[in-house]
């Protein structure tokens, strides 16, 4: 429901590091998916 809190966790099963961009959802600058700037991007088989 809006406004309220959900906790979601990714695992990378590609083969190359990504990350996680989400739109329309409020997220820590620091969780934001843009790699090298706000975080490192997730390694194959790592968990977000």
């Known amino acids: 429901r809006q406004g309220e809190r959900v906790r979601v ?13 989400w739109h329309r959802v409020r997220v820590p600058h620091a969780m934001d998916g843009v790699p090298h700037l ?7 088989q ?3």
Not at 38 to 44: E, I, N
């Open 38 to 44: 706000t975080q490192k991007p997730a390694k194959r």
């Open 9 to 21: 966790e990714v695992e990378n099963g590609l083969a190359e590091k990504t990350t996680v961009h």
């Open 46 to 48: 790592r968990k977000i």
